[in-house]
């Protein structure tokens, strides 16, 4: 990680590189516990008496936190140092982890979850834009991809392990790891992660504020989550009842799926950081012709494998992509910008996983992927629509007066 970015760039301090290792701690940590009551559920209905479906609250409603709580939770605390924010959150996060391991009833288990999200809404708006700000803007799609790298190992080897411990040691074993876990990364922020009182404007620097181009990406980023949301939900019941896989074989093949992610990041980092533009809409597009591919040609075995693996890259490297350029191209405050991504990373996810359910009610469970591609195909649309209309030549605005040397007249494409 350090010479990749050293190398990359004049001006990267070893001390840098230290407190991004800590922030990828701690994003390892909230990413894992996000998604960890899914591979619970079995157990923690079991354990605490009550439906699978009741038991699922824990998955969705902590969505619906975080997409309808980041931006008012990250306006209230904008005016906040950074650094004693992160160590408050973490410190929060251990606490509402070892709540969750001690819960003697369903509803405060729930309300554990609940603080969790609150951590999470925050976190998320913070930790991209603290992290981007200890590097020049020259790495700042490689920054962004380590930090969603720790994102991509939480999903690879976080939330398997802690299935793992739960079902060999109860799901109270699993949620007290992962607050140790947390203890350790809030001690290494301690340590490593210096005052980022002056991150914001780090962050800020050669940055160009485009609210249309804004708009334009979270526009894209619901839809595609949405799209997403359906499609990933239902990903195990279409390999076992569309692809013929057997029960055995999903583990293996969602490792694959994680593993193709994790593999692409760095390179869709250097995109990024090189050809943002054209570096948005690639990922989204292989997306939608894998979801699409699956709906068409899922029935086969192998097709599906390679299309899962590919709908994996597709994902990592585009929310590496959409990310860096919405820092970029962010009006107003960095940190209110980054929650309004954040909260429609998460709304999309969960309008996609509830429409997901209720068209597979419908229809079955391959028009789901063909709704999450068709989405998706959506955002692809709204991507290359704003990239045509900006490449399109515009008549230069009348000038009143003498015109400059020259400088006025020159079409506003070429500088777009």
Known sequence: ????????????RPAAIAALGALMAATFCVSTTENLPAGLLPEISAGLDVSLSAA???VTGYAVVVAVLSVPLTYATRRVPRRPLLLGLMALFVAASLASAAAPTFGLLLASRAVTAL?????WAVVTVTATGLFPVAVRGRVVAMVFGATSLATVLGVPAGSWIGQQAGWRVAFLVLGGIGLAALLTV????PSTDGAQAAAAEDRAPDRARYVVLVLTIVLVMTGLGAAFTYTVPFLLEVSGFSTEAISPLLLLRGAAGVAVLFLAG???DRHPRPATVAPVALLALSLLGLYGWGAEPVVAAVLTATSGMALFAMITTLTSELLAVAPGDLFIASAVGNAAFNAGTAAGAAAGGTVLSAFGIRAVMLMGGALTAGALAVLLVDQLVRATPRAPRPTTGRPSAGADVEPVAERS
């Open 190 to 193: 301690v340590l490593c992660l």
């Open 1 to 12: 990680m350090g010479r990749a970015l050293a190398g990359a760039a004049s001006g990267v």
């Open 56 to 58: 699922g609250q824990l």
């Open 119 to 123: 951590v999470h809404a925050v976190f």
């Open 270 to 272: 250097r995109l990024a």
